[in-house]
């Protein structure tokens, strides 16, 4: 592509004026660009499925889809004014130097035999970092928003490389999945290459309305794939899975913002209860899901990637530690940090600041490694600031 730019740019520099040369060079670049998106996005199959009329028709039953897209009952604030776009790319091309670690982080390595092997009666959460997870509750192995690739973006330019070279475990060591579960499609959660490799190895894919199209169009047979609307309940062998609310969005490209529906996970088990955010601001959902579900044993909360810019979708470490305590989650845990910058703030800021929050508010919490194994109701949580060595 570069040599054809190079080549296309030098035959108009052939003719006209110096001006109009200069001018010439820059329409043709400017074409080629535009046409070089157009087919990628037309073309790559990061980007998904598409939502279909019956869909459409369906989902207006709903009663918070209109006009062809999801909508919010609390206002979100999403105006980007010129200032603000400025602001974006000015932190895109000069970000702040802290806001990935020193070196590669180190994460603890499992072994994939032992996976779906363990009691039973015990409820494992390993953060495979971000917001990615491994869940063993009831006997069932599950996965949530899987993203084993080094890029939460559709192609490499378009993100910042993952902050560890190597996972806890590789997808194709895995002996089985019972199920997936997707909280929303943006790429940080819903990731094509990690769905490809599981594709014929997961027993059930389970997400909120519409967001079965993406798995549909990446070769997840039908009979696999379950879409649920905020507050629809399903079954997990002895777990009850529910969907419930957030204050989000969704979206892969330019042209299929909100037409999938975003969420939040209750994983309702025989012993334990486990609350998982997705994305999201602060909102009134959090108590609802409190006084519907909880309480939880163990919560993991959105924490990271914030920004005043887009407050109303994501939240502040504050605000997600108040979240935990709205869900009535006896021990909280910060996700959405630890793997991928996708805001300008210093890495490690979401965490301290979350255990300063939860200091000042005597709430338990549980910060570990990628990869280390929580047990619900041991003695102890990991609570280690691991990320310091990574400075």
């Known amino acids: 592509m570069r040599n054809c730019l190079t080549h296309l740019c030098g035959m108009q520099l052939s003719t006209g004026s110096p001006p109009q040369k200069l001018g010439y060079s820059v329409a043709a670049a400017t074409a080629i660009g535009v046409v070089v998106i157009i087919l990628f996005m037309y073309m790559s199959p990061q980007f998904g499925g598409k939502l279909s009329a019956t869909q459409e028709r369906d989902f207006a039953q709903s009663g918070h889809f209109e006009a062809g897209r999801f909508v919010n009952e609390e206002v979100i604030d999403m105006d980007m004014t010129a200032s603000k776009v400025t602001a974006i790319l000015r932190q895109m091309v000069f970000p702040d130097n802290r806001i990935r670690p020193a070196e590669n982080i180190r994460v603890v390595r499992l072994d994939p035999a032992r996976i779906g092997s363990n009691d039973v009666e015990i409820t494992r959460v390993v953060w495979l970092g971000h917001s990615s997870f491994l869940i063993e509750m009831d006997g069932q192995v599950i996965l949530i928003d899987p993203v084993f690739s080094d890029y939460a973006a559709p192609h490499a330019m378009l993100g910042r490389k993952r902050f560890n070279d190597a996972m806890p475990f590789e997808l194709g060591e895995l002996p089985r999945v019972d199920a997936v579960l997707i909280s929303h499609d943006h790429y940080d959660h819903l990731d094509y290459a990690t769905v490809r490799q599981l594709k014929d190895r997961v027993g059930r894919v389970i997400v909120p309305l519409g967001v079965g199209n993406h798995f549909r169009a990446w070769g997840v047979a039908e009979d696999r794939i379950e879409e649920l609307d905020w507050w629809e309940e399903t079954h997990l062998g002895s777990i009850t899975l529910a969907l419930t609310p957030a204050r989000h969005s969704s979206g892969r490209g330019l042209t299929d913002q909100n037409t999938t529906l975003w969420g939040s996970w209750c994983l309702l ?101 990628i990869g280390e194994v929580i047990t619900i109701h041991s003695d102890a949580y990991p609570t280690v600031q691991w990320w310091k060595q990574f400075n």
Not at 287 to 302: A, L, N, S
Not at 341 to 367: C, K, M, Y
């Open 269 to 369: 088990g025989e012993r334990q209860k486990l609350f998982f955010s997705g994305d999201g601001g602060y909102s009134k959902y959090f108590r609802e899901i409190g006084e519907t579900y909880g309480p939880f044993d163990f919560g993991m909360i959105e924490c990271g990637q914030y920004d005043v810019k887009w407050a109303d979708v994501h939240m502040s470490p504050e605000e997600s530690v108040q979240a935990g305590i709205d869900v009535r989650a006896k021990t909280i845990m910060p996700i959405h940090w630890g793997a991928f910058s996708l805001a300008n703030h210093p890495w490690t800021e979401p965490v301290e600041r979350f255990r300063q929050r939860a200091a000042d508010l005597g709430v338990a919490i549980s910060t570990p490694r």
